[in-house]
């Protein structure tokens, strides 16, 4: 059973280009999540989609930034018009759905795609 | 809202000591915790997760776990460091009470020396 998988894990864009990160869940899972982590800092949540759903986008830059989650393929998290302060390490996770209890489910988490905008 | 401290941004221990990485939460409700770990340059793998049923929690590379709800504690320990240890370790709790969002803590650098 692969992991999650995100490509690419370098990505290089000079400023005000686009930037488009991917992630592949687990098989089976079915919720996905974006973090990033700026250096020297931990994660921050940025947005939560469940298939072709957005379900919390609390955490994104209301401008620039958004997120998918197709019926079929990838997650695609999309950064338009990237500035300096963009650059940071993205990291997506995933976990099983949900059957009717309250606890969490942990998240299982990808190597990372590396942003550097020059 | 949910928030986990974690008190030591790094921590420095001989190799075949003991570990010692402490971390506070603060909640409304009985969360579930947990302890990743991320070796530079790589992503997050999960080291052990309290979801109310024992309170010491055993993960693996031989870490373990203690949640103290009078201390609002889940401190991670390991009886005895290894090189391979060295890596950045973070405690995380649900952001509510469904449980799907994550709250990281800031982080604790950990170094091992010969």
């Known amino acids: 059973n692969a992991g999650v998988m995100q490509n690419p894990r370098h990505l290089v864009r000079r400023r005000g280009q686009e930037a488009r990160l991917r992630c592949s869940p687990m098989?089976?899972?079915?919720?996905v999540y974006w973090y990033r982590q700026l250096p020297e800092e931990g994660l921050k949540f940025m947005v939560y989609?469940?298939?072709?759903?957005?379900?919390?986008e609390s955490g994104m830059p209301k401008e620039r930034f958004s997120a998918e989650f197709p019926k079929e393929g990838p997650s695609i998290l999309r950064i338009q018009q990237v500035v300096r302060g963009d650059s940071a390490a993205y990291f997506c996770?995933?976990?099983?759905?949900?059957?009717?209890?309250?606890?969490?489910?942990?998240?299982?988490f990808g190597p990372g795609t590396r942003l550097t905008v020059t | 809202a949910q928030s986990v401290t974690q008190l030591d941004s790094h921590v420095s221990v001989s190799e075949g000591t003991p570990v010692l990485l402490r971390c506070n939460y603060s909640?409304?409700?009985?969360?579930?915790l947990f302890w990743y770990v991320q070796h530079p340059n790589k992503g997050l793998q999960l080291l052990l997760k309290y979801t109310s049923a024992a309170t010491l929690v055993k993960g693996i590379n031989g870490f373990e776990a203690e949640f103290k709800k009078s201390e609002t504690s889940f401190h991670l320990t390991k009886p005895s460091a290894h090189m391979s240890d060295a890596a950045e370790y973070f405690c995380v709790v649900p952001r509510d009470n469904y449980g799907q969002n994550f709250v990281f803590g800031p982080g604790t650098r950990l170094s091992v020396l010969p």
């Open positions: 989609l469940q298939k072709e759903n957005i379900i919390d």
């Open positions: 098989k089976g899972h079915s919720h």
């Open positions: 909640s409304s409700y009985s969360p579930s």
């Open positions: 996770a995933s976990s099983p759905r949900r059957t009717g209890t309250t606890n969490s489910y942990e998240q299982y």
